[in-house]
């Protein structure tokens, strides 16, 4: 394993984390063969995430000096759970234990604050996320989330998917 340093964000860090979530949303425009995700400047919607949750439950991973990922905690108010959103490694620091190392911190975060449940929710797509969450500890189904496609067009084919519980479904 890489040595992987976490650390709580800082502003100088703004950005370096909007090229890391241009990056995530390179990854779903591919997995969903639809350029359209995340709009012109998708970098941009790091600072929504960044004022949702606020820089302390935004953990940022170092490698060699260098940012090579970071990940969130959105703590639901009152509440017994948080979410882990998201976790983005650079591509070259891929395959190396930042994910494991940030996933980790976020874990750590959430005992730290008493919450009972931790969740993630990749795109059902993300086969390799899965499985990364997987590796990570995550090993429950707390729920799913079902929807029909509107528009339904032919740019953005859907994939026969996984059966649950008898049915077949389109991912």
Request: aromatic share 10%.
């Amino acid at each position: 394993m890489t040595a992987v340093t976490i650390r709580t964000y800082r502003d100088s860090d703004l950005d370096s984390c909007r090229l890391l979530w241009a990056e995530l949303t390179e990854v779903h425009r591919d997995l969903y063969q639809d350029p359209g995700i995340g709009g012109e400047e998708p970098g941009q919607f790091f600072d929504q995430h960044l004022s949702r949750v606020g820089p302390e439950c935004i953990w940022i991973a170092e490698v060699g000096g260098a940012i090579a990922g970071l990940t969130g905690l959105i703590v639901e108010e009152g509440g017994a759970e948080a979410e882990v959103e998201p976790v983005i490694v650079a591509a070259a620091y891929r395959d190396h234990g930042v994910g494991q190392a940030l996933v980790g911190r976020a874990v750590e975060e959430a005992r730290h604050l008493g919450m009972r449940y931790l969740n993630v929710r990749p795109v059902a797509r993300n086969v390799k996320a899965v499985s990364f969450y997987f590796r990570c500890g995550f090993h429950t189904l707390g729920q799913l989330e079902m929807f029909i496609d509107l528009t339904r067009e032919e740019s953005r084919p859907w994939k026969p998917g996984p059966e649950l519980f008898g049915h077949r479904f389109d991912f």
